[in-house]
């Protein structure tokens, strides 16, 4: 039997189309890239949650010598959040970097295993949460659900 999928996100040239909240908690989450230790990439990632409590939740990738021993900031920041408000909801989840690795107005697209964990959360809430990945330059990608990033998450 053959199907198709498809998925729904919005484009934006720069996150400042978007208002002053989304453009508030960019900026913050670009306050801690420099708190990224990323020796062996140059990459910088920074990911921060908005919860629905208005609490906000920052996390940076941390590699270590002994790949793959390090974490991706999502990661991070999610597993914070789980352990920090474990009765709270995720209602925004912003990812930025800086380094070399990706094109100034590349979409910025979480790895696999930070999608599954985006996942787990999710459904762990019973309710989706947005998620913008921001470029360099500022392009922004706004997602209304994990699904539309993560079409076939394990335990389907």
Known sequence: MKKKIQIEYNEF????????EIG????????????????????????????????????????????????????????????????????KLIIVSKGELIDENACLSPCGACRQVMAEYENKQNEPFEIYLISHSGRTFVFNTIKDLLIFPFGL
């Open 24 to 91: 508030n908690l960019v900026h913050k989450a670009k306050k801690y890239l420099n708190n990224a230790y990323a020796p062996y990439s140059h990459f910088h990632v920074s990911c921060i949650l908005q919860l629905d409590n208005n609490e906000t939740i920052v996390g940076t990738n941390q590699e270590n010598i002994a790949y793959p021993s390090g974490i991706c900031a999502e990661r991070t920041a999610l597993f914070s959040f789980g352990t920090l408000f474990p009765e709270n909801k995720i209602k």
């Open 13 to 20: 040239s720069h996150y400042n189309e978007l208002g002053d």
